[in-house]
């Protein structure tokens, strides 16, 4: 059975850090490109950041590029989102997804976890 499960949302001030997790199973982890997306109320979802396989290359919207850092440990099954410096327009649900590297078609989504920022 696939799963992706993510954990370390929750409620920060401006300025503060979060560290999201998603654990994967139930398929070959280490041949799916990982992305983080996120969806804020009344928005549509939207890719914050890329992993490739190997972890050697990484894309990042322009929003949160310098503020986010994405990596993946292969022998864990694990997809880590590092978020410093957060604002308040980075509150939304935040999901994890992977897509087969070659069959694109193949493709999984977690349950999402919520990211508020606020004071």
């Known amino acids: 059975q696939v799963q992706l499960v993510e954990s370390g949302g929750g409620l920060v001030q401006p300025g503060g850090s979060l560290r999201l997790s998603c654990a994967a199973s139930?398929?070959?982890?280490?041949?799916?490109?990982m992305n983080w997306y996120r969806q804020a109320p009344g928005k549509e979802r939207e890719l914050v950041a890329r992993?490739?396989?190997?972890?050697?290359?990484?894309n990042y919207a322009d929003s949160v590029k310098g503020r986010f850092t994405i990596s993946r440990d292969n022998a864990k099954n694990t997809v880590h989102l590092q978020m410093n410096s957060l604002k308040p327009e980075d509150t939304a649900v935040y999901f994890c997804?992977?897509?087969?590297?070659?069959?694109?078609?193949?493709?999984?989504w977690g349950q999402g976890t919520q990211v508020t920022v606020s004071s």
């Open positions: 139930g398929f070959t982890f280490s041949m799916y490109t």
């Open positions: 997804n992977a897509v087969h590297s070659i069959l694109t078609a193949r493709r999984f």
């Open positions: 992993i490739t396989t190997d972890g050697s290359s990484t």
